[in-house]
DNA sequence: TCAATATGTGACTAAAAGGTCACCTATGAG
DNA sequence: CTCATAGGTGACCTTTTAGTCACATATTGA
């Protein structure tokens, strides 16, 4: 696909996508208190060991973890780095611009009317 | 599944979810500059009109979208308040910990060794 | 050495998500 | 009314993803 309008797909997809599973956010809720090995983040979950140690892969993947081994052990590290990052180039914007627009809203939803856009080509 | 652990399911699942295509964060980037009717976004992609309208339903569910109807044509509003909602309970608490976790990071990653934690049960 | 522990990999199944198509409803202009 | 336009729904296909299992490797302690 992607022929006129190709889709970005910047680095930062991984970590959205990371993101977007609850089971992968509790894991960096857990690792947010500090590092974990991988079999003390297995016994959180209702999941087998290999379902958890793929999330974690993905984590890897993303750039959200950080592993140091230990012998046997692997410690698993949060880096907050790449959450920061998007929220400075995507999320802070939603906040600032937000305040007029949010005045528009209550518009539409009390009267269902806001100010009327001019209109574009409709294709 | 979720036996002994289930997995949180809260009402921002759906946000996240939402956030995670890269169609629909350019939706949404989209609508941060004003409201579009569906038509107008459908133009922007190089998909079908169904695939958008997809991609909006979703939105709407997850409450990112104040949708206005005129005439035969909807206008689509973005609201903020699901991102921003997110950012407070879940983006925030990770800038706010990660001045001091940055720096055990940096020992892990220059010599492969950070603070060596109390080993739990392992399970 | 030997066995228990901790972790890793690849194949496989089932469910969900992205996308398209055929078809339908409603509105506005003449 | 009539027809072109904007929007909407459901079934359908394909790809991705979550999760499991069988098997394999590496380390530690006795």
Redesign the pocket.
Known sequence: ?SAAHPVPSTASDAVW?AL??P?RRQLLDELRRGPR???DLCGLFA?????V???LR?LEEAGLLLIERR????WNHLNPTPIREIYRRWIRPFEEEGADQLLQLKRVAERGVAAKPTRKK?R
């Open positions: 696909m996508k977007a599973d089971t090995t991988t079999g999941m087998t060991r290999f379902g140690m793929k999330h993905q012998g046997r052990e692997r409709t």
